[in-house]
C-alpha cells in the first residue's frame, strides 16, 4: 500500500502535521519526501514496531497556540484517529490519514 500521511513534528516552537508519502511494502514502512516522491527519508521495519490506534490529543506544551495553517483549516482542537508508532523503543511517530476511508485502508494494511 501507499499514499499520503501526515507525521506530528516538534520543535522549540512549533508543532504541526507534515505530509509525506508512505510505501508499506512486505514489513518495511518507507517514507518518502512529499509531494515528488522522489527521496527516501527513513525505512521503519515493523517486525519491531508496535503500531496501535489512537485518538488525537492536543500538544501538551504549553505553546500549542502556534499550529500550521493545516490544523487552522481542520479547527485545531478537532479529533481525528491516528497511529502511534513505536520503533523498538528508538523513537515514536504519531501519523494521520487524510480521512476516515484511508485511515481504515492503512489500519488493514499494517
Not at 502535521?17 to 512529499?34: G, N
Not at 527519508?41 to 490506534?53: D, G
Request: include cysteine.
Amino acid at each position: 500500500m501507499e499514499g499520503l500521511l501526515e507525521k506530528y513534528e516538534t520543535n522549540l516552537f512549533v508543532a504541526s502535521w507534515k505530509p509525506y508519502f508512505f510505501v508499506l511494502h512486505e514489513d518495511i514502512l518507507r517514507i518518502m519526501d512529499y509531494p515528488k516522491k522522489t527521496q527516501l527519508l527513513a525505512q521503519i521495519h515493523l517486525k519491531v514496531s508496535n503500531i496501535k490506534r489512537v485518538s488525537s490529543q492536543k500538544a501538551k506544551s504549553p505553546l500549542n497556540f502556534l499550529s500550521n495553517e493545516g490544523e487552522r483549516k481542520k479547527g485545531g482542537g478537532e479529533q481525528q484517529p491516528e497511529f502511534q508508532v513505536d520503533c523498538g523503543g528508538l523513537f515514536e511517530l504519531r501519523l494521520r490519514a487524510p480521512d476516515e476511508l484511508k485511515f481504515r485502508q492503512w489500519s488493514e494494511a499494517f
